[in-house]
Nanobody, 120 residues
Framework: QVQLVESGGGLVQPGGSLRLSCAASGSIFSINDMHWYRQAPGKEREFVAGITRGGASNYADSVKGRFTISRDNAKNTVYLQMNSLKPEDTAVYYC??????????????WGQGTQVTVSS
């Protein structure tokens, strides 16, 4: 009923930047909180950043001051601007959204993930 599609991942050198996007589509009435998570090889998935519908945001300590989350409610899209990237930021990045469907039921949806590799 809801699809989340991430884009913008890739290979970048340490200190570089990337901007991830995640677009939601389907039987959407509205979207509440949206989040970015990441999972590095051999590690558990971890929270990166979150944003409310009104624009309030929070971040994991490891990315504060380097990453910025934003959203465009008209486009049902969330973004993650990543600056000053470090090798330890290498992971598959997933978006997540708490969606109110046209039926007014609520679901939590995940995207398929996009690979970010930080390496020289």
């Amino acid at each position: 009923q809801v699809q989340l599609v991430e884009s913008g991942g890739g290979l970048v050198q340490p200190g570089g930047s990337l901007r991830l996007s995640c677009a939601a589509s389907g039987s959407i009435f509205s979207i509440n909180d949206m989040h970015w998570y990441r999972q590095a090889p051999g590690k558990e998935r971890e929270f990166v950043a979150g944003i409310t519908r009104g624009g309030a945001s929070n971040y994991a300590d490891s990315v504060k001051g380097r990453f910025t989350i934003s959203r465009d409610n008209a486009k049902n899209t969330v973004y993650l601007q990543m600056n000053s990237l470090k090798p330890e930021d290498t992971a598959v990045y997933y978006c997540n959204a708490n969606v109110v469907l046209v039926s007014r039921s609520q679901v939590t949806s995940w995207g398929q993930g996009t690979q970010v590799t930080v390496s020289s």
